[in-house]
């Protein structure tokens, strides 16, 4: 990464928790990153997203999900207590988007793939860099209201 232009930045970007098939983004589900992605603030979007939910089961995609789940149980019963995830009585299966699988070793091509997962369909998980090259757009409003506004078009 270039450096040279995020020297002073309290954020070098962010990162989002995004329904893979329907491109929604969730409430709560964006978090700061500052130089590189770092797990916590990951763990962070991913536990406020999630932490009014009900759901039982949980299809988790994310580039790097072969290293983030090692340790994301822990992570999550370590959250403070208002976002912590009870994701141990849940079904949760971790995968990596079609694209970036090739990239992997071919271990990680055979357990996180949605090829061989009961329940996605056709899904790809690439769903969600749909929306960044309109996200420069958001520089100049909050992106509150620009996750607002994706969302309705895509209900319209």
């Known amino acids: 990464a270039d450096m040279k232009k995020k020297k002073g ?4 970007g962010i990162g989002m928790v995004v329904c893979a ?18 797990y916590m603030n990951m763990d962070y979007a991913f536990a406020s997203a999630l932490h009014h939910s ?22 999550m019963d370590n959250m403070p207590h208002s976002h912590q995830l009870s994701l141990h009585n849940q079904s949760v ?15 990680c091509q055979w357990l996180f793939s949605f090829n061989w997962t009961k329940g996605v369909g056709w899904t790809d998980s690439e ?21 607002g506004d994706w969302n309705w078009k895509k209900l319209v």
């Open 93 to 107: 299966s971790f995968l990596v988007p079609k694209f970036h699988l090739p990239v992997h070793i071919s271990s």
């Open 127 to 147: 769903e969600p860099k749909h929306g960044w090259v309109n996200l420069n757009a958001a520089a100049s409003s909050t992106l509150d209201d620009y996750m």
């Open 21 to 38: 098939r329907h491109g929604m983004r969730l409430p709560n589900g964006v978090a700061d990153l500052q130089y590189g992605e770092r």
């Open 54 to 75: 009900d759901v039982n089961m949980l299809k988790v995609s994310y580039d790097i999900t072969c290293q983030w789940h090692k340790k994301l149980y822990q992570w």
């Open 9 to 12: 930045c309290d954020a070098t």
